[in-house]
T-cell receptor
Framework: QQQVKQSPQSLIVQKGGISIINCAYE??????FPWYQQFPGKGPALLIA?????SEKKEGRFTISFNKSAKQFSLHIMDSQPGDSATYFC??????????????FGKGTKLSVIP | KAGVTQTPRYLIKTRGQQVTLSCSPI?????VSWYQQTPGQGLQFLFE???????NKGNFPGRFSGRQFSNSRSEMNVSTLELGDSALYLC??????????????FGQGTRLTVV
């Protein structure tokens, strides 16, 4: 049972374009939704995160849009650059702040930004 | 501030052997989680430790075990290695924030190859 579904698996975007990655979740107990960026040979790095009481969060060129009723959230990368080429993972957790902490990840999206 | 340190970075083991991986969390972080990353299954939760206690365990066989020491350092052990255990093993260090978001920071991982 895949609790967090991520699409697309791979994405090719022109430099300066907008990259959009989508995720859908099933468990309504999830209350924290981070995105991670992973370069080859490195561990995932926290990029940006959102809680379900907020519909949008922006940090620099990265924006998360969140639709609680549809149980969907997405990452938008504006003005995409070749340095953004990496694998992106959406994730979800429940009960953050107390108790056991566990992330459920999507399968990942390999983003390639071409000059 | 030092990040999450995992040792060793690379390991090659033979089927049937056992292996121990080590993780030193960020100073002050008492929660340590372990994840297995493979191309087919993506990132999967193994277990989480907090103050030397295992609080949660993923859906992995009993060959996978772990422990946490009083200084928050953690080890995971895999016994009777199988070819399918070949993966990148990631450790995540978290600062539990009461009433706030718990952010997980990952190490670079240990690449285990079973031959």
């Amino acid at each position: 049972q895949q609790q967090v579904k991520q699409s697309p698996q791979s994405l090719i975007v022109q430099k300066g374009g907008i990259s959009i990655i989508n995720c859908a979740y099933e468990n309504t107990a999830f209350d924290y939704f981070p995105w991670y960026q992973q370069f080859p040979g490195k561990g995932p790095a926290l990029l940006i995160a959102i809680r379900p009481d907020v519909s949008e969060k922006k940090e620099g060129r990265f924006t998360i849009s969140f639709n609680k009723s549809a149980k969907q959230f997405s990452l938008h990368i504006m003005d995409s650059q070749p340095g953004d080429s990496a694998t992106y993972f959406c994730a979800a957790s429940k009960g953050s702040g107390a108790g056991s902490y566990q992330l459920t990840f999507g399968k990942g999206t390999k983003l390639s930004v071409i000059p | 501030k030092a990040g999450v340190t995992q040792t060793p970075r690379y390991l090659i083991k033979t089927r049937g052997q056992q292996v121990t991986l080590s993780c030193s969390p960020i100073s002050g972080h008492r929660s340590v989680s372990w994840y297995q990353q493979t191309p087919g299954q993506g990132l999967q939760f193994l277990f989480e430790y907090f103050s030397e206690t295992q609080r949660n365990k993923g859906n992995f066989p009993g060959r996978f075990s772990g422990r946490q020491f009083s200084n928050s350092r953690s080890e995971m052990n895999v016994s009777t290695l199988e070819l399918g255990d070949s993966a990148l093993y990631l450790c995540a260090s978290s600062l539990v924030r009461q009433g706030g978001n718990t952010e997980a920071f990952f190490g670079q991982g240990t690449r285990l190859t079973v031959v």
